[in-house]
């Protein structure tokens, strides 16, 4: 059998694990061949490949972002329809003698996994995102990454912002769910942790801005970057959307840091981690994490397991199908939020 691999949407640290432990298990164990597509679905659908062997994942353990690249391109959206793209995937699967795919990536990527699976193509998914919020897996892999990048900045953050008695801002990613700040925020003992689940009350930031101040400590506030204030007098977009229709995020960091400023009379300053989240070598947790998600996916594949995503739950990985991984986002409970609240001020 032939296998095509492709990693879609955001990078994330791990990615690389998953090629290589799916590649080295369904060559080595299952006599199985693969071919690699670049950058998520236009490489099928612009049938783009590169050769995939043991040779190719040689070395690439501890690399962060993909050996195949990554795009967010939806067959979906292309020529209206989307029937167009379908049918061009079909043809060139078909073509180049692919006969199952491994795709993965996030909500977008395995979105299109589970419509391709319902229209005949044999797809086995991997969860990654660094996001965190995918609900069918307990955790996906380049989160841990991203939360110990965001935890070491914040401890950074705390000894400049106190020798200066400034407040400092730090925007976290995290579009739709609070995980990266809530965790990095936890971690890095900060005194306001703002999630897009919850709309957050300016005067009550500034409240406990001051009052960290009072104490002799400068304040560190961490930022979502899909966090809104409760009246939406902050918010941000650049407008830009995506193949999927998200919105490009990016700038409650810097808003939030010049009306904290305003308010309370003190210096704000703010820094915005951005896309040194998604970039570097994975963390342990995540090269295990990722391994074992290639070894179960070559494992799927062999078991003709096609329509089927592999995920974590507790410490197994399991199998769910791929429109119940995809139903869902997983955002932070309002209890867990309530938990942090505690340290806030
Ligand atoms: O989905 C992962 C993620 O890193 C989000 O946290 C963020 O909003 C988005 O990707 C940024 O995407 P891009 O790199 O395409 O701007």
Same mark, same amino acid.
């Given at each position: 059998?032939?296998?095509?691999?492709?990693?879609?949407? #955001? =990078?994330?640290?791990?990615?690389?694990?998953?090629?290589?432990?799916?590649?080295?298990?369904?060559?080595?164990?299952?006599?199985?061949? +693969?071919?690699?597509?670049?950058?998520?679905?236009?490489?099928?659908?612009?049938?783009?490949?590169?050769?995939?062997?043991?040779?190719?994942?040689?070395?690439?353990?501890?690399?962060? #972002?993909?050996?195949?690249?990554?795009?967010?391109?939806?067959?979906?959206?292309?020529?209206?329809?989307?029937? #167009?793209?379908?049918?061009?995937?079909?043809?060139?699967?078909?073509?180049?003698? !692919?006969? @199952?795919?491994?795709?993965?990536?996030?909500?977008?990527?395995?979105?299109?996994?589970?419509?391709?699976?319902?229209?005949?193509? &044999?797809?086995?998914?991997?969860?990654?995102?660094? =996001?965190?919020?995918?609900?069918?897996?307990?955790?996906?892999?380049?989160?841990?990454?991203?939360?110990?990048?965001?935890?070491?900045?914040?401890?950074?953050?705390?000894?400049?912002?106190?020798?200066?008695?400034?407040?400092?801002? /730090?925007?976290?990613?995290?579009?739709?769910?609070?995980?990266?700040?809530?965790?990095?925020?936890?971690?890095?003992?900060?005194?306001?942790?703002?999630?897009?689940?919850?709309? +957050?009350?300016?005067?009550?930031?500034?409240?406990? !801005?001051?009052? &960290?101040?009072?104490?002799?400590?400068?304040?560190? /506030?961490?930022?979502?970057?899909?966090?809104?204030?409760?009246?939406?007098?902050?918010?941000?977009?650049?407008?830009?959307?995506? @193949?999927?229709?998200?919105?490009?995020?990016?700038?409650?960091?810097?808003?939030?840091?010049?009306?904290?400023?305003? &308010?309370?009379?003190?210096?704000?300053?703010?820094?915005?981690?951005?896309?040194?989240?998604?970039?570097?070598?994975?963390?342990?947790?995540?090269? !295990?994490?990722?391994?074992?998600?290639?070894?179960?996916?070559?494992?799927? $594949?062999? =078991?003709?397991?096609?329509?089927?995503?592999?995920?974590?739950? #507790?410490?197994?990985? /399991?199998? $769910?199908?791929?429109?119940?991984?995809?139903?869902?986002?997983?955002? $932070?409970?309002?209890?867990?939020?309530?938990?942090?609240? /505690? +340290? +806030?001020?």
């Amino acid at each position: 059998m032939r296998v095509g691999v492709l990693t879609g949407g #955001g =990078d994330c640290p791990g990615l690389n694990a998953v090629i290589r432990a799916v590649v080295r298990r369904g060559v080595q164990e299952f006599g199985l061949e +693969f071919t690699g597509f670049r950058d998520g679905w236009r490489g099928p659908l612009e049938a783009d490949t590169v050769p995939l062997g043991v040779e190719a994942v040689r070395g690439i353990l501890p690399r962060g #972002g993909t050996i195949l690249g990554s795009s967010r391109t939806n067959p979906f959206a292309e020529g209206g329809s989307g029937r #167009g793209g379908v049918d061009r995937i079909k043809d060139n699967l078909a073509r180049l003698g !692919v006969d @199952a795919l491994v795709a993965i990536g996030g909500e977008d990527t395995l979105g299109v996994a589970a419509r391709l699976h319902a229209e005949g193509v &044999r797809v086995v998914g991997v969860p990654k995102t660094i =996001d965190n919020d995918l609900g069918a897996t307990d955790y996906t892999f380049g989160f841990d990454t991203a939360v110990n990048i965001a935890t070491e900045a914040i401890d950074r953050l705390h000894t400049t912002a106190e020798s200066h008695h400034r407040a400092l801002i /730090v925007e976290v990613m995290g579009r739709h769910a609070g995980w990266i700040a809530l965790h990095a925020g936890l971690a890095g003992g900060a005194n306001v942790i703002l999630i897009p689940e919850n709309p +957050f009350d300016i005067d009550k930031v500034c409240g406990y !801005v001051e009052h &960290r101040f009072q104490t002799r400590y400068a304040p560190i /506030v961490v930022v979502a970057e899909g966090a809104s204030p409760k009246d939406d007098s902050l918010a941000t977009s650049s407008g830009k959307t995506d @193949a999927f229709g998200h919105v490009q995020l990016g700038g409650i960091g810097s808003l939030l840091a010049a009306e904290v400023e305003k &308010r309370t009379g003190k210096e704000a300053r703010c820094t915005v981690l951005g896309h040194i989240q998604r970039g570097g070598t994975p963390t342990a947790f995540d090269r !295990v994490l990722a391994t074992r998600f290639g070894l179960h996916a070559a494992q799927a $594949v062999q =078991d003709g397991a096609f329509g089927q995503m592999v995920a974590l739950r #507790g410490t197994d990985i /399991v199998r $769910v199908p791929l429109a119940e991984a995809t139903r869902e986002l997983k955002t $932070v409970p309002a209890e867990r939020y309530a938990e942090a609240e /505690v +340290f +806030f001020g």
